[in-house]
């Protein structure tokens, strides 16, 4: 089993920061691809960004330009900054893992959430 603990989520003004971190462990054998989804309130969970193992990145439109993705392969981390934030980017956020077994298997993995809320 592989456990993804998130942290860095809170309140903050339209126009601030956050930086959102997620580390995986356990048993670990491959992390592949990590990455960020979102709920909004009433919504399905959405994309936010993803990162490859390689550093390859994949960012959503509405994010684009604001948010950053970054991973430190060594400490399986992934983190999110988070700039020029609105009030629509309030939401849970998801930390998410492909995960790639000795026999290769390949599971997926779920944080818990963290709340961001933008507010004044």
């Known amino acids: 089993q592989v456990q993804l603990v998130e942290s860095g989520g809170g309140l903050v003004q339209p126009g601030g920061s956050l930086r959102l971190s997620c580390a995986a462990s356990g048993r670990i054998f491959s992390i592949n691809a990590m990455g960020w989804f979102r709920q909004l309130p009433g919504k399905q969970r959405e994309l936010v960004a993803v990162?490859?193992?390689?550093?390859?990145?994949n960012t959503a439109d509405s994010v684009q330009g604001r948010f950053t993705i970054s991973r430190d392969n060594a400490k399986n981390t992934v983190f999110l900054q988070m700039n020029s934030l609105k009030p629509e980017d309030t939401a849970v956020y998801y930390c998410y893992a492909d995960h790639t077994t000795r026999t290769y298997a390949v599971q997926h993995y779920w944080g818990q959430g963290t709340q961001v809320t933008v507010s004044s």
């Open positions: 990162i490859t193992s390689g550093g390859n990145t």
